[in-house]
């Protein structure tokens, strides 16, 4: 199971998320969305909240930010963005880390704690079924 997030579609365009954003606001109201909640949400995903936190944060009910997501979707891939934003930095801070100190047994806990989808252990399951025991199985 990867825990990537999805991205939603959007339709192809030369202007920025923020641009989109500020547009969609425009042309029609949602319900206390605004720009100002849009830069918290974007703050809630670098410090790599989940929808429920960040709904938590901003104080509004998680199904609330959830049809915000689903109606102006450029929020969600503002959201994303942040998130995936961070991490990229944090991976950066960790190499420089490991080039730098040698600490690689911190490094090591960073990377499978923080970035768990790329580098946590892996576990190994064996798809072959056991081998059937032969004779009476009453003994």
Known sequence: MSRTPTYPEL???NE????RIKKALAEKSYYHLTMDMVMRIKLCGTYQFTEEETAYHI???IMTLR??????PEVKVAFLDARSDLMG??????????VEKKDWKTAKWLLEN???DQYAKRQINDT????????????
């Open 59 to 61: 104080w509004v009910n």
């Open 11 to 13: 339709p192809e365009s």
């Open 128 to 139: 072959t079924a056991p081998p059937i025991p032969e004779g009476d199985l009453t003994e």
């Open 67 to 72: 049809k915000w997501f689903k109606e102006v």
């Open 114 to 116: 923080k970035a768990s």
């Open 16 to 19: 920025s998320i923020t641009e």
């Open 89 to 98: 930095h944090a991976k950066m801070i960790i190499h420089s880390e490991i």
